[in-house]
């Protein structure tokens, strides 16, 4: 357990220190944490609802973070470059988010050509009934990638590394809220990027 929780620090931790330098993006993970806990409750009572919910607000805020407010240039406080971020990310890196939401974007569209989905669900009568299955099947998008990616890491760093990122990835939300709550205040001071330089 020793090793497993070691692991997950360091994930955590380089997952700040490299791909969370603008005081947008740490806002806008904030707003994805705080969607992302309401998603988890209605996980119990409305699993459709939960999918939307997650996608619509807490993916997209948290991915527009990374593609249109984090720098993209050399990494000072990291001495890397961002070829070299991309390049050693644990999770979805930008060109595997790409290939996620466009895969999310699109898999609606498997439901305007088979509405029951092979079988898998009853056939819309109404908007509510699509936006229904719309949700379960964003769940699963969701499940799935989580699991891919979990056992891709099995093959490429070993199951450790795999289910500490799994872990880390289902507790971001908690552990987001408590690590970004403040981005909000730094960013209406001004200050657009944080200090990484002067942490330890």
């Known amino acids: 357990m020793k090793d497993f929780f070691e692991t997950l620090r360091v994930q955590r931790w380089d997952d700040h220190r ?69 390049e050693i990310k644990v999770g979805y890196n930008l060109h595997r988010k790409i290939v996620l939401m466009v895969v999310w974007a699109l898999s609606p569209l498997l439901l305007v050509i088979n509405p029951t989905l092979f079988g898998i669900f009853d056939a819309a009568g109404n908007i509510d009934q699509f936006l229904n299955n719309v949700g379960l099947m964003w769940l699963a998008v969701g499940v799935g990638g989580l699991l891919f990616r979990t056992i891709h890491l099995f093959f490429l760093q070993g199951f450790m590394a795999g289910i500490a990122w799994a872990t880390k990835i289902m507790t971001d939300p908690f552990h987001d809220v408590m690590l970004y709550y403040r981005a909000p205040l730094y960013l209406m001071r001004g200050e657009l990027i944080d200090p990484m330089h002067a942490r330890h």
């Open 18 to 86: 490299y791909y969370h330098h603008s005081r947008i993006n740490q806002t806008l993970h904030l707003i994805s944490a705080l969607s992302f806990l309401a998603a988890y409750a209605l996980l119990f009572t409305n699993p459709a609802a939960s999918g939307l919910l997650a996608w619509l607000v807490s993916m997209t805020s948290r991915q527009a973070g990374h593609f249109f407010f984090e720098p993209k240039g050399y990494d000072e406080a990291n001495q890397a470059t961002h070829e070299h971020k991309e």
